[in-house]
């Protein structure tokens, strides 16, 4: 899996399909929290790892890329890593990645 930005907007690439998709504002942010247990006063505690500003929505039906290299496994050429084989979701449910920031 990779992605990569063209013309300002995100494109993921999975095995040998493409989605486009683009960058959405979140209403409210979204805190990711880490749970810590404390061994001497067997509390728990919630540290905020991150906060998160935005997200990837990629709502449209993935576009099939066939080619030599997409055949078996395709590698993403921008930040040469193998992406995965895997199918991506098929269901009618938009795609939705969560942005670190």
Known sequence: MC???VQG???????????QG???KLKKPFAVLEKRHNQATTETEYAVVAVLRKKY???ARP?????EESKG???????SKETSTA????????????LMQ
């Open 9 to 19: 907007k995100p494109v993921l690439l999975i095995s040998h399909h493409k989605l």
């Open 63 to 67: 576009q099939p890329l066939v080619d």
């Open 87 to 98: 199918t991506p979701n098929t269901r009618n449910s938009p795609l939705v990645l969560l």
């Open 22 to 24: 683009e960058v959405v």
């Open 57 to 59: 929505v990629f709502a």
């Open 73 to 79: 496994k395709a590698s993403c050429k921008s930040c």
């Open 3 to 5: 992605i990569l930005f």
